[in-house]
């Protein structure tokens, strides 16, 4: 045929641009084949939202980000549209929120299902809206409120500082730390002395203590303690029975009770004698001196 070459070439046109359209939305993950519903969500700010960015539910990707229109001249001024499958029903009170989509500053929108209230928005829809900061956010706020906080402390810091060297105290107080740095200076070299001078023969004596009592400890181990014990044992016995026989002259001492009453009587009359004696020396002690004539030649 005499057109049988352009039909050719046309169709193949035709079949090489949809292959092209639908591997590049298969690319950028939109599924040609399933039927979606489109939802809508108003922002304040878009946080680096893009077209084709993912739809999380429960973190698994449901849809994707359709469109994003802007009108600065009312607030909130961005208005997202997302696709999602047919099949999935989102109840009243779902909430569209834009969080961060990895490290790298990307942003996605997470929809968060309330419990079933039975009644589902439909297709078209505008869902509530909040934006969750992210990692990035969160560590610059924490940041920023930590080095407010660490300036005021500084600028307390120096002017403390300022205030004491105004008023010489902080000159003294380092003149008192290199005092102290002196004397711990000289206070090392005693240490070092005594512990290379006086503590060696300290610590030789001590191990020669530890010698003499480790000696004495054998020799006490090794002496016959028990024989002691027990000579000693039998000596105590015997001196038991020296004591109550009637034998010997402890034992009459201890036993016989004439020799204890004799014993007493000799006292008693002894104790006598030395009462007439005391009563003689008495009597002379009061008499006067007699004067004797001495006769003349």
């Known amino acids: 045929m005499k057109y049988a070459r352009e039909v050719k070439v046309g169709v193949l046109a035709v079949v090489c641009a949809g292959i092209l359209y639908f591997g590049f939305n298969f690319l950028k993950g939109v599924n040609i084949f399933s039927p979606t519903d489109c939802y809508y969500g108003q922002f304040e700010r878009s946080n680096g939202l893009t077209e084709q960015a993912p739809v999380y539910i429960l973190g698994h990707q449901v849809g994707l980000v359709e469109s994003i229109n802007y009108d600065f001249t009312r607030v909130p001024a961005f208005t997202v549209g997302v696709s999602i499958n047919d ?14 989509d990895g490290l790298l500053g990307g942003a996605a929108i997470e929809l968060l299902l309330p419990e079933d209230t039975g009644v589902a928005y439909k297709g078209g829809d505008t869902l509530t809206t909040t934006i969750v900061p992210g990692l990035m956010e969160s560590l610059q706020a924490g940041v920023l409120a930590n080095l407010d906080s660490l300036l005021a402390e500084t600028n307390v810091l120096i002017s403390n500082l300022t205030s004491e060297m105004e008023m010489g105290s902080l000159n003294a107080t380092l003149r008192n730390i290199e005092q102290i740095t002196s004397d711990l200076k000289v206070s090392g070299k005693d240490i070092r002395q005594f512990t290379h001078g006086q503590l060696p023969s300290i610590i030789a004596r001590i191990d020669t203590t530890i010698a003499e009592l480790q000696v004495i400890v054998t020799n006490v181990k090794d002496a016959n303690v028990q024989n002691t014990v027990e000579d000693l044992n039998e000596t105590i ?23 204890h009453d004799n014993l007493n009587a000799a006292l008693k009359n002894l104790d006598k004698a030395v009462l007439n004696v005391d009563s003689v020396v008495m009597s002379i002690k009061e008499q006067p001196f007699i004067k004797k004539r001495i006769p003349k030649n």
């Open 87 to 100: 099949d999935i029903t989102l109840p009243i009170g779902t909430n569209m929120a834009l969080v961060a």
């Open 237 to 259: 016995r015997l001196l038991n029975e020296l004591l109550q026989s009637e034998d010997g002259t402890l034992g009459l001492l201890l036993n016989d009770t004439e020799l």
